[in-house]
């Protein structure tokens, strides 16, 4: 049998993105663009409301996320801070803003399972952060989910075991 070489490198991206996928990436922009400059939601938004993809993405998703992470930012800040290994200050802004971002789904986005919420936040981190970033995301996004979902994250863990 003729063995195939392993591919080294980066997986490519996914060809399809869906309409939400790219409303988190243009959300995730946003709120970093607010964490570095403290500018309105609205001002915000305009700016990028006129990137060329836009027509791509869930208008109502991307203004919610948003307008609602900035809204609800301190609360999501106290949501997130008992579980950092750092001071919400210590954090870099793309970490920060994936977290609030992930954080305000779990919490303001009941319908929208918990486990398809942390993936898109370790995906946005392997695309927008720094190397490993999407580690770290990935174990502060577990904690924060079995604390806010703690009822889904349970039946999940049932239903897991069963099957295996």
């Not at 106290?78 to 870099?92: C, F, G, H, M």
């Not at 920060?96 to 370790?122: D, F, G, Q, V």
């Not at 770290?136 to 349970?154: F, H």
Request: charged share 25%; aromatic share 8%; with cysteine.
């Amino acid at each position: 049998m003729k063995e195939v070489p392993a591919k080294s490198g980066p997986k490519p991206a996914p060809k399809f993105k869906n309409r939400r996928r790219f409303a988190r990436e243009l959300a995730l922009q946003g709120i970093y663009q607010w964490c570095l400059t403290a500018s309105e939601a609205s001002v915000i938004e305009a700016q990028l409301r006129s990137a060329s993809f836009f027509a791509k993405v869930d208008e109502g998703f991307f203004s919610d996320l948003l307008h609602g992470v900035i809204k609800h930012s301190v609360e999501l800040e106290q949501k997130v801070a008992p579980y950092l290994d750092r001071t919400i200050q210590e954090l870099s802004p793309v970490e920060l803003s994936i977290l609030l971002l992930s954080t305000y789904e779990l919490i303001y986005h009941p319908n929208i399972p918990y486990r398809p919420i942390i993936n898109e936040a370790i995906e946005l981190a392997k695309t927008f952060g720094g190397t490993d970033g999407h580690k770290y995301i990935n174990g502060v996004m577990d904690k924060l989910a079995t604390q806010l979902r703690s009822a889904e994250v349970t039946l999940h863990a049932k239903r897991t075991v069963k099957i295996h």
